[in-house]
């Protein structure tokens, strides 16, 4: 399902608006790490579920936003790609 959300045009724009998503996916991911950690409960794969939509969502736009941008730029922006090193 195609989302309705458009990109801006600019280059420095663009650039902003994936380095603010990356930061999203990452907060999604502590989330994530967190309820890992916690003891099991009935309400923790419902809790799993939402985080992975959420990934999805924030991980389509930046596949939408890369086609846009140079191979200098998405080697610019990779340092942001993931703060955990697994």
Not at 27 to 40: A, G, K, L, P, R
């Amino acid at each position: 399902m195609r989302r309705n959300i458009t990109l801006p045009k600019g280059n420095e724009d663009l650039k902003r608006l994936y380095l603010y998503v990356n930061q999203k996916i990452n907060e999604i991911w502590q989330e994530y790490v967190h309820f890992s950690e916690i003891t099991y409960n009935p309400a923790t794969p419902k809790i799993f579920g939402i985080i992975f939509c959420e990934m999805d969502f924030y991980e389509e736009i930046l596949g939408r936003i890369r086609v846009h941008l140079s191979e200098d730029d998405i080697l610019e922006l990779k340092r942001h790609d993931a703060i955990w090193d697994w």
